[in-house]
């Protein structure tokens, strides 16, 4: 079935092009927004564009490094028709750019609907474990192993398949979003943060979300994430399965009031850095008015 979807993707996502031009017909916006680009034809979108209204694009993963269920063809023959590129990582920034086309820096965020509820007290009894939550692909198997056979207890909120690591030391869980992750955040001594091949060098959604709940985070080392946080206080980072499983060992067995400390010190970083949907939102404003108004970004 996936297989077929595949190959017949231009087929079936065509209607949606038409529907998306058709409905810029009825409301008449200034701007059209479109979220990732994927099921969108370019001629689709130099319909929309004849009427003379602005495209602006934001890709939530990568235009140029992706699997087949984030990206397509699609995708990289649109790039020249968007009037703004909206992009979470400076690689894809810096690289639109030197083809010559706009593009503006707009990181991932939290919003307080999910990952802002109350921090454990120190009373509170913690899961002395890993947690892991999130799709399981060849790189996180790997490391999740690692850090298992090293005798860590990791728990992966997660659908089992077939392939997936089986260790003593390794529990599936069901699959927890949302204000339910934020919680196991809260409670997991340890919250693991993997990226995926794209988000390399920077960050990704889980980065504030985990910091704005509270979490202990080990996470990938990136210059994202020295920028944002403050390594050893508010996160740890890792560069290598080794490094990982020592920081965890580390912090399994710290007592329960550093890791509270770290944990505040988590939602401080995000709560002072301006991290929130809401600053994103007004930059995105910003730009938007900018670009309306013919001014630089």
Known sequence: MRLMTRLAWPHLW?????????????????????FRGREVAPEHLEAVRRRGRL?????????????????????RQSLPLYDLHLAWHREVVERLQREGLDAAYL??????????????????????????AGTLDARRHALIEALARTGLPVDVFAERRPGHPTHPNIRYLPPVFGAEYARVAARYRVSLNAFR???????NMRSFELAAAG??????????????????????????????????????????GETLHI???????????????RWRARRVYELLHALRSGRPF
């Open 215 to 256: 979490a202990v985070q080990l996470a990938p080392d990136s210059t994202d994430h020295r920028r944002f946080f403050r390594p050893d206080e508010s996160i740890f980072l890792y560069r290598s399965a080794d490094e990982a499983a020592a920081f965890a060992e580390r912090l399994l067995h710290l007592p329960k």
């Open 55 to 75: 495209l602006v694009n934001f890709n939530p993963d990568h235009p140029f490094r992706h699997g087949p269920a984030t990206g397509n063809e699609w995708i």
């Open 197 to 203: 091949p794209w988000n390399e060098g920077a960050h």
């Open 107 to 132: 990181p991932f965020g939290y919003d307080d609907v999910h990952w802002l509820a109350p921090l454990a007290a120190g009373t509170e009894a913690e899961v002395p474990r890993i947690a892991f």
């Open 14 to 34: 065509r209607p949606l092009g038409r529907a998306m031009v058709d409905e810029a017909e009825r409301w008449q916006p200034d701007v059209v927004w479109v």
């Open 263 to 277: 944990r505040r010190q988590a939602r401080n970083d995000c709560l002072r850095g301006g991290h929130h949907y």
